[in-house]
């Protein structure tokens, strides 16, 4: 396979997946809006690309789990979507910029995470595959996430 020299339009497609540690947590982009609002992209990948992924289950309720419980503890959360390689999410502000309070706010999620007894909008009506969710496959990657709480701010192997 050969190595991709030519800079490509998607931000995560620049970026050496041989040479990231996860997991992470890394301000990938920012976006001005043509009235100055600036939205803040962040990868939060949780396993090593190419190396191990999240099962689709436990990633889809970490995904609703994270989508529901980090609005309450911030009104500038724009989204979160998971990464189509299964290795980690995108999470998106509008005007914050504080990368070690987006730190602490990912922590509480996943905290959170850990005291759900349901997965939100785990049903036909509110979700489009509502058969696929594991809420003990979500906590254990919150779980995991979190025992490596040190780790996030370093983004590349030594």
Known sequence: MSEQKKAMNVESFNLDHTKVKAPYVRLAGIK????????????LRITQPNKAHMEM??????????????RNHSDKIVDISPMGCQTGFYVALINHEDYQDVL???EQTLKDVLDATEVPAC????????ASH???GAKALARELLSKRDEWEQVFAS
């Open 104 to 106: 602490n706010l990912i």
């Open 123 to 130: 049903n036909e009506v509110q979700c489009g595959w509502a």
């Open 32 to 43: 001005e809006g043509v009235n100055g609002d600036r939205i803040y992209k962040y990868d």
């Open 134 to 136: 594991s809420l003990e």
């Open 57 to 70: 289950p436990a990633l889809h309720s970490l995904e609703h789990l994270m989508a529901e419980l980090s």
